[in-house]
């Protein structure tokens, strides 16, 4: 039983153990100057090995810039040199974003999206289409998803027996987090 969780998720964990050593490198090599290269060059390939293998974690990248502002302005007490130390130090990991973010709307790397942009109507029009798709990506992806935990099974789905268990447990649910919160 374990084993077939291990091969159905075990993926996700690998990709994001890309992502974590792609953060320990870049904030090794910002603390020890003398790493600096290596560990950029090896924390941007597996930042792309991270991103190009699985997308999931894209957003996640957005606290990049900020972990390496807090480390930056450890070492660099002047605002200035802070920001520009931060943008430069962020500037090859943002090339990779730029690269995974074109070939996923270049259709360079293949997924399905529900997003296309064409060249035969011009890059404007294609853009335009994905603007306007983007509300209702976003309604289906945030809210219409966890609204989808309030639809109750259907029994000709589940069948009976199950449905009247889904129904107790529910009820028992709920008497539980009653008598706790009134404690």
């Known amino acids: 039983m374990e084993h077939s969780i291990v091969i159905t998720y075990g993926h996700f964990s690998l990709v994001f153990l890309f992502f974590f050593l792609s953060l320990a490198l870049m904030l090794f090599g910002e603390r020890y100057p003398r790493y ?59 090339v ?16 399905d999206y529900g997003v296309h942009l064409s060249a035969n109507g011009g890059i404007l029009q294609s853009l ?12 289906t992806s945030s809210v219409g998803a966890w609204l989808e935990i309030f639809r109750t099974p259907s029994a000709i789905d589940f069948g009976i027996g199950l449905t009247i268990l889904y129904f107790f447990i529910l009820l028992v649910s709920f008497a539980g987090a009653d008598l706790y919160a009134s404690r």
């Open 128 to 139: 335009e289409h994905m603007f306007l798709q983007a509300p209702n990506a976003i309604w």
């Open 96 to 111: 990779v974003l730029v690269f995974l973010s074109y070939g996923v709307s270049s259709d360079f790397i293949h997924r």
């Open 36 to 94: 600096y290269w290596p560990a950029l060059i090896g924390g941007v390939l597996c930042s792309a090995i991270n991103l190009f293998t699985l997308e999931y974690y894209f957003g996640i990248e957005l606290l990049r810039p900020l972990l390496l502002w807090v480390v930056v302005s450890e070492i660099r007490p002047e605002r200035k040199d802070q920001i520009r130390r931060t943008a430069l130090a962020y500037l090859p990991y943002a």
